[in-house]
């Protein structure tokens, strides 16, 4: 039997918590006190007469009751989002609302795509709104089982990342060194043997520490036989590497997707070295239970279709 005094705040407050990890940043997106998460907190672990985190220096860790709350409580919050936003569809019949989650890396090539796909195949009278979110892997899976998002396009993840989700391979994206037109490397790439080597004399923009981009990349650089870049500016901002490359010598470090609009513009080239195993594996990620509707149906036909044509026609660096 349902406990009538457990409210939506309750439930707010807890999977803020088990989001963020912390009661402080909890506090911060729900726009309150840290003491009233604290005391929402504590009337629901009263109310059910366990406790739902264990507190420390990691922050808060849902306890082997919290994760079991964590499942129905996502799937009520979820459940009850649906029905309020289920109210508001009725006024605009036809009208679908779709929440992607992408990767920042994976966006700029994808995103205009597959909008663009979107329009030329859409239904008369048929409309489907999209809200697109951008975040690290691990965020956008986090509101995935959350059910705040629908869909997630982005990177494998550890198994521990993954419970309750299904993967599916769209695509494997290699790393590209960009740098703008008229760069000192590209003048020295027909004289060099070793054109990495020049590399360390120039800043490197890098993914943040901590990504599995970062990893490949210092990987990159260590079976390369290269020291670690001695200038690097970390970052997982597309639009501040991109302005930063174009208007510098910095070496930009990127995955394909994120910089392929530059390279067929023109705005940033590719140097012509070997990048080999740098391939990491871009899908699909969808909840394990997720039953998709015709319009939820149709967005993944288009996303596997475009994915498709990425593996056909991945331009080849030599």
């Known amino acids: 039997m349902v406990d009538e005094r457990i409210k939506y705040r309750h439930l707010q407050c807890f999977l803020a918590v088990a989001q963020h990890g912390s009661l402080q940043k909890a506090a911060d997106v729900l726009a309150i006190t840290q003491p009233a998460v604290s005391k929402t907190l504590k009337e629901l672990e009263d109310l059910l007469a366990v406790r739902l985190f264990d507190r420390g220096r990691k922050g808060a860790v849902p306890t082997r009751e919290g994760e079991a709350f ?66 690290s892997n691990p965020e956008l899976l986090a509101s995935l089982r959350q059910r705040e998002l629908d869909l997630v396009i982005g990177r494998f993840a550890e198994p521990a990342h993954m419970l309750g989700l299904t993967f599916e391979h769209l695509y494997a994206d290699p790393l590209v060194l960009a740098v703008r037109p008229g760069h000192p490397l590209l003048a020295e790439a027909g004289l060099k043997a070793n054109l990495l080597a020049g590399v360390e004399g120039f800043t490197v923009i890098l993914p ?11 990987s990159f650089f260590l079976t390369r036989g290269l020291a670690p870049p001695a200038r690097v500016i970390e970052t997982l901002s597309v639009s501040i590497a991109r302005g930063y490359a174009r208007q510098s010598d910095a070496v ?7 910089v392929r609009p530059d390279l067929e513009s023109g705005a940033l080239l590719a140097l012509p070295v070997s990048m080999a195993g740098t391939e990491e594996l871009v899908g699909l990620t969808l ?7 015709p319009a939820q149906q149709a967005l993944i036909a288009n996303i596997r279709l475009l994915a498709a044509e990425r593996r056909g026609d991945a331009p080849a660096l030599a």
């Open 252 to 258: 930009w470090v990127s995955p394909l997707g994120a």
């Open 70 to 135: 964590l499942r129905h409580a996502g799937a009520s919050v979820s459940a009850l989002r649906e029905a309020v936003a289920s109210v508001a569809q009725t006024r605009r019949q036809g009208n679908a609302v779709i929440a992607i989650g992408v990767l920042p890396t994976v966006a700029p090539w994808l995103m205009p795509q597959l909008l663009l796909r979107q329009d030329a195949v859409a239904e008369p009278g048929a409309h489907t709104s999209l809200r697109i979110a951008t975040g």
């Open 287 to 293: 909840r394990a239970d997720m039953a998709p509707n």
């Open 208 to 218: 943040m520490q901590g990504t599995a981009i970062r990893h490949t990349a210092d």
